[in-house]
């Protein structure tokens, strides 16, 4: 019932910045919650941020707070994340999400993007 396409990933230098969009199709009134997660190789898929689509409801990982900005453009069914002052460590495919509750939970998302690798060199 939804299709996401996010997109945006690419090679940066350390302190350099980033914007990944994801766009989102189909039955998108009933995906209350909106995320972004991102994995690394080796390592778990594990939540970055995440927005509602009627509300100014936003959250973030402790890593990225600061750094990040989660929002979105209800108009072109559309969610962005602005990721400005990245570190080496940052480097992951990164994942849009949809899902009907609030949660940093990446298992109560119903629907994913296909993924968009981010490199950060040093």
């Known amino acids: 019932q939804v299709q996401l396409v996010d997109s945006g990933g690419g090679l940066v230098q350390a302190g350099g910045s980033l914007r990944l969009s994801c766009a989102a199709s189909?039955?998108?009134?009933?995906?209350?919650?909106m995320g972004w997660f991102r994995q690394a190789p080796g390592k778990e898929r594990e939540f970055v941020a995440r927005i509602t689509w009627s509300a100014d409801n936003r959250s973030y990982a402790d890593s990225v707070k600061g750094r990040f900005t989660i929002s979105r453009d209800n108009a072109k069914n559309t969610v962005y994340l602005q990721m400005n002052s990245l570190r080496p460590e940052d480097t992951a495919v990164y994942y849009c999400?949809?899902?009907?509750?609030?949660?940093?939970?990446?298992?109560?998302?119903?629907?994913w993007g296909q993924g968009t690798q981010v490199t950060v060199s040093s």
């Open positions: 189909g039955r998108t009134f009933s995906m209350h919650a």
């Open positions: 999400a949809a899902g009907p509750f609030l949660t940093p939970d990446p298992y109560k998302y119903d629907y």
